[in-house]
Nanobody, 123 residues
């Protein structure tokens, strides 16, 4: 089981990036997917999540109205569109597979994690 997050990079404040999380069909089968991030010296935190069919999404208050998660199950890919980026969004971003068809906010509900992708926002 492998997940891979990609699309990170260096961007100026106010800019945008789109992260992608790809996996094998079996990996994403009937599962919600969450996005988490970890900044230097801080604990990993929930950013956004999307249910298996995409009917439910949830966001951390800090990114609400700026970030949007979506998925294309035909391509086995989940996206995180990040707009109006701020320096405090700088972190390593991870995608993870929920144990259920929903996307919970707690790490304990996720059983597979991808390698992270670095997002750096300059001021």
């Amino acid at each position: 089981v492998q997940l891979q997050a990609s699309g990170g990079g260096l961007v100026q404040a106010g800019g945008s990036l789109r992260l992608s999380c790809t996996a094998s069909k079996r990996t994403f089968s009937n599962n919600g997917v969450g996005w988490f991030r970890q900044a230097p010296g801080k604990e990993r935190e929930f950013v956004a999540g999307i249910s298996w069919r995409g009917e439910f999404t949830s966001y951390a208050d800090s990114v609400k109205d700026r970030f949007t998660t979506s998925r294309d199950n035909a391509k086995n890919t989940v996206y995180l569109q990040m707009n109006s980026l701020k320096p405090e969004d700088t972190a390593v971003y991870y995608c993870a597979r929920d144990r259920t068809s929903l996307a919970h906010t707690s790490e304990k509900d996720y059983n597979y994690w991808g390698r992270g992708t670095q997002v750096t926002v300059s001021s």
